[in-house]
T-cell receptor, first 118, second 109 residues
Framework: ETGVTQTPRHLVMGMTNKKSLKCEQH?????MYWYKQSAKKPLELMFV???????ENNSVPSRFSPECPNSSHLFLHLHTLQPEDSALYLC?????????????????FGAGSRLTVL | ELKVEQNPLFLSMQEGKNYTIYCNYS?????LYWYRQDPGKSLESLFV???NGAVKQEGRLMASLDTKARLSTLHITAAVHDLSATYFC?????????WGAGTKLIIKP
């Protein structure tokens, strides 16, 4: 258990479904992140929230919709996805920019949600 | 645009051997991170390198940073099977991490 919990761990959905991924951390961190991990590609940052405010949206398609109701919880709402969206979606948290020792921003990751879009 | 390149991307080696993974990046940064990911598991922070010449060691792994060469290395000494994993480096650019593609390391008994 890393301190960051993601549910569900596995999700299979059709292109017309609506589903949500959930992430929860109780590390007292102020920043939360969604990453997409596809085979043979670098980690892709999708969204960043710092103190519940979205600070980064890396040109993510609108079929992905994040929600951060408080600094401990982060959701990724999914609708009308495409098969190429199949990937491992990782949530992470950190103390936030310049919040760590000597300015380090060390991320703690969840185990990920493996998404398959049919 | 900041790019981070790791090499090799795949490495198969025998137990007891030494090897080095390289992480090159394309712009100025003095904060670099190494993470490990076991199959089906989350990424785990290994090392944080915060200045030129920084060296960190944990067991059989040693990481170093040369900000002038824009290069970090992860050296494995006398490899053991338990070190089999995928290793990622990430460079801090304005407090956003830019990731390498990862090096999948397989250590054979």
């Amino acid at each position: 258990e890393t301190g960051v919990t993601q549910t569900p761990r596995h999700l299979v959905m059709g292109m017309t479904n609506k589903k949500s991924l959930k992430c929860e951390q109780h590390l007292g961190h102020n920043a939360m992140y969604w990453y997409k991990q596809s085979a043979k590609k670098p980690l892709e940052l999708m969204f960043v929230y710092n103190f519940k405010e979205q600070t980064e949206n890396n040109s993510v398609p609108s079929r992905f919709s994040p929600e951060c109701p408080n600094s401990s919880h982060l959701f990724l709402h999914l609708h009308t996805l495409q098969p190429e969206d199949s990937a491992l979606y990782l949530c992470a948290s950190s103390r936030g920019p310049s919040g760590g020792e000597s300015g380090a921003n060390v991320l703690t990751f969840g185990a990920g949600s493996r998404l398959t879009v049919l | 645009e900041l790019k981070v390149e790791q090499n090799p991307l795949f490495l198969s080696m025998q137990e007891g051997k030494n090897y080095t993974i390289y992480c090159n990046y394309s712009t100025t940064s003095d904060r670099l991170y190494w993470y490990r990911q076991d199959p089906g598991k989350s990424l785990e922070s290994l090392f944080v390198l915060l200045s030129n010449g920084a060296v960190k060691q944990e067991g059989r792994l040693m990481a170093s940073l040369d900000t002038k060469a824009r290069l970090s290395t992860l050296h494995i000494t006398a490899a053991v099977h338990d070190l089999s994993a995928t290793y990622f480096c990430a460079v801090d650019s304005n407090y956003q991490l830019i990731w390498g593609a990862g090096t999948k390391l397989i250590i054979k008994p």
